[in-house]
């Protein structure tokens, strides 16, 4: 079946450092990607759209500075969370979508990024 | 856009009970509605999902009705079991729509709890 793997899937760092975290479809080609926060004993929100070859598409409120999504090829997107702070600390999630045009999406096991 | 409200927010049921998880839904046009367990720190997992085409579908244990009429479906599992304990989100979209991006709503999620 479809897998999406996650890198790291933990990461601690100072406040002001940027992180990134890499999201890849294994055995699939995704035309689209998705990246979720998740922050505790809460559901999961969109922050953006990453489409491979094109600019990402954000949510209302969420940064497109201090998240850089890079989507460069069909099985990699990229989510950098830039001068990271403590509101930052949150579980991130990516999700893709078959280019076969499926409805499902497959989710990443997820990051837990923690800001000291 | 598309907005997903979901209850109960908790619910605790002795095992061998049934459960039932409610959601309700704001965009017409929303077609695909899947529903995912998601254990603690883990990635969200589709348990099962139901296209507007279709009113009712089963898979063992687990059921999902659909009622586009009145903008909501909910989740039924019976012969609970305590390893069903987990939190449960529902979700909508539309789709499969290239432009639309098939963007995931995610309702507010319900923590269930299977007592033995």
């Known amino acids: 079946g479809a897998v999406v793997s996650q890198h790291p899937s933990w990461v601690i760092c100072k406040s002001g450092t940027s992180v990134k975290i890499e999201c890849r479809s294994l055995?699939?080609?995704?035309?689209?990607m998705f990246w979720y926060r998740q922050f505790p004993k809460q559901s999961l929100m969109l922050m953006a759209t990453s489409n491979e070859g094109s600019k990402a598409t954000y949510e209302q409120g969420v940064e497109k500075d201090k998240f850089l999504i890079n989507h460069a090829s069909l099985t990699l997107s990229t989510l950098t969370v830039t001068s990271a702070h403590p509101e930052d600390s949150s579980f991130y999630i990516c999700s893709a979508r078959d280019r076969g045009g499926s409805n499902e999406q497959f989710f990443g096991p997820g990051t837990r990024l923690t800001v000291l | 856009g598309e907005n997903v409200e979901q209850h109960p927010s908790t619910l605790s049921v002795q095992e061998g009970d049934s459960a039932v998880i409610k959601c309700t839904y704001s965009d017409s046009a929303s077609n695909y509605f899947p529903w995912y367990k998601q254990e603690l720190g883990k990635r969200p997992q589709l348990i099962i999902d139901?296209?507007?085409?279709?009113g009712e579908k089963k898979d063992q244990r687990i059921a999902v009705t659909l009622n586009k009429t009145a903008k909501h479906f909910s989740l039924h599992i019976t012969e609970t079991q305590p390893e069903d304990s987990a939190v449960y989100f529902c979700?909508?979209?539309?789709?499969?729509?290239?432009?639309?991006?098939?963007?995931?709503?995610f309702g507010g999620g319900t923590r269930v709890l299977v007592k033995p």
């Open positions: 139901i296209r507007s085409n279709v």
């Open positions: 055995d699939f080609q995704a035309t689209t």
């Open positions: 979700a909508a979209s539309r789709g499969p729509v290239e432009a639309a991006g098939n963007k995931l709503t």
